[in-house]
């Protein structure tokens, strides 16, 4: 729950009614377009919904039951590179549109002006920001290290794709072709590539893009809890989904097993974070089948 003047917000519900503002943009956009006008509402009641990479799977739950609410079918879940939400008082919105704007400058000047005005004038603000003084402040968000772990379990790459308004950055830029040996494709607009990504797998399930296959990967291991507190892994990490995976175990003719589905890297099971839990039961014979 958040709060906010006093009163008690369902983050569920403030989500259907960001989901809701959305669709009602998308019609007022189509509205003028008569192929789109006749048909808006049978055909865009279903949606594909992009969330942070790092969503566990109850979190990726809450989003579908959030489109419900919101009178959305959602057919598909995709991730989405993403940056953190922040206190969203009007001076720090002015200060985040400015820095954004700064950082865009930053992309092909040397230096630019940060300018926010504030009515009373305890908030003005008016400095000189340098390209070297930005690439200074802004050094750990660009460590390399997510980047060769991802070199580690792929190695060849065909091409290199940056997403998000922090890849125009120079330096960024600078650092991707330094760790990959290539520089990153500039067919791509950062801004735009997710919600063209997810514009593409909804033409896919509707059947009007043929030519394309989108796939999308598990952000961490799945697995089960076995003797001793183990974390047994399953479907590994980055595995495309929709995946299965069945596996059999000597169960000493048992009838009935506790089920407990982990999702994490860890070898112990109180590490990881448990999805669900459940009860196998009716097996049969000398083993049972563990199946996810």
């Known amino acids: 729950m958040a709060s906010r ?22 019609e007022l956009h189509t509205a003028s377009v008569p192929a789109y006008k006749s048909s808006f509402r049978s055909s865009f ?3 594909v919904v992009t969330v942070p990479t790092y969503f566990n799977d109850a979190q990726r739950q ?15 879940i995709i991730n989405e590179p993403t940056a953190a939400a922040h206190m969203d008082k009007l001076a720090i919105q002015r200060l985040r549109e400015a820095a954004e704007k700064a950082k865009i400058e930053l992309s092909s000047t040397s230096q630019t002006e940060i300018i926010t005005a504030d009515a009373y004038g305890v ?25 060769q772990n991802c070199l580690k379990e792929q190695l060849k790459k065909y091409e290199v794709l940056l997403v998000g308004g ?8 600078e650092l ?13 607009s950062p801004d735009e590539a997710v919600a063209m990504g997810a514009a593409i797998q909804g033409g896919i399930l509707r059947g009007d893009v043929k030519v394309l296959l989108l796939l999308d990967v598990t952000l961490l291991s799945l697995g089960i809890e076995t003797l001793g507190g183990i974390s047994t892994r399953l479907i590994n990490r980055n595995t495309t989904i929709p995946t299965k995976k069945s596996q059999l175990r000597p169960a000493d003719n048992q009838m009935l097993v506790g ?34």
């Open 5 to 26: 003047d006093g009163a008690t917000l369902d983050p569920l519900l403030m989500a259907s009614v960001a989901l809701l503002r959305s669709l009602r943009l998308r």
């Open 45 to 47: 009641l279903k949606a």
């Open 62 to 76: 809450a989003t579908k039951d959030a489109g419900k609410i919101a009178g959305l079918y959602v057919q598909r």
């Open 123 to 147: 908030k003005h603000l008016n400095i000189t920001l340098t390209r070297s003084k930005f690439e200074a402040l802004v050094s750990k968000l660009i460590e390399v290290q997510k980047a």
């Open 166 to 173: 922090m890849t125009r950055v120079p330096k960024v830029q």
């Open 176 to 188: 991707v072709a330094e760790i990959f040996g290539k520089s990153p494709c500039q067919g791509v």
């Open 259 to 292: 089920i407990k589905v982990l999702q994490g890297e860890h070898e112990m099971a109180a590490d990881n974070k448990m999805l669900g839990e459940f009860d196998l039961v009716g097996m049969m014979g000398s083993y049972r089948q563990s199946r996810r």
